[in-house]
C-alpha cells in the first residue's frame, strides 16, 4: 500500500516531535533520532532545512542543560566532590567549568557549595 504524501508529512511531524522530546530529556540529536529510526543525514537534513525544528532542538538543548546543572547542584548539596558529581550526571568537567564561566548564576551556586563543603571538612578536622 502506497503512502500519501501527507501521511508522510504527518508521520515526519510527529518523528520530529518525538525526537525533540528525547533531547529535552537528556538525549543528543543524533542519538534521539537513531532511536526513532531516522538516519543522522536525515536529521542534519531536518535540521537545516525546517527552522521549526532547529528552534525546538536548541530550546530542547537548553532544557537539557538546565536539567543537567540542576542535578549537579543536587548532588553537591547532598555532599558529592564536583567530579563525583559530573559523572554521575553525565557532563565532562570541562563542560562544567564552561558552564561556570558562562553563567554566573551557575557558577556562583557551584562555588558556594563548594565553599560550605570545605567548611564542613575543615571543621571535622
Same mark, same amino acid.
Given at each position: 500500500m502506497k503512502i500519501t504524501r501527507l501521511e508522510r508529512r504527518a508521520q515526519r511531524s510527529r518523528l520530529k516531535i518525538a525526537i525533540l522530546r528525547d533531547v &529535552? /530529556?537528556? !538525549?543528543?540529536?543524533t542519538e534521539a533520532a537513531h532511536r526513532h529510526g531516522v538516519s543522522s543525514g536525515t536529521f542534519w537534513? %531536518?535540521? %537545516?532545512?525546517? $527552522? /521549526?525544528? &532547529?528552534?525546538? #532542538? @536548541?530550546? $530542547?538543548? @537548553?532544557? !537539557?542543560?538546565?536539567? #543537567?546543572k540542576q542535578a549537579v547542584l543536587a548532588k553537591l548539596r547532598e555532599g558529592w566532590m564536583l567530579k563525583d558529581a559530573a559523572k554521575a550526571v553525565g557532563p565532562v568537567p570541562g563542560t562544567l567549568r564552561a558552564w561556570r564561566k558562562q553563567d554566573p548564576v551557575f557558577g556562583a551556586r557551584v562555588k558556594s557549595l563548594l565553599s560550605e563543603q570545605r567548611k564542613l571538612r575543615n571543621h571535622g578536622r
Open positions: &529535552s /530529556k537528556g !538525549r543528543y540529536g537534513q %531536518w535540521q %537545516w532545512a525546517d $527552522a /521549526k525544528f &532547529s528552534a525546538g #532542538l @536548541k530550546a $530542547a538543548a @537548553k532544557t !537539557r542543560v538546565h536539567g #543537567l
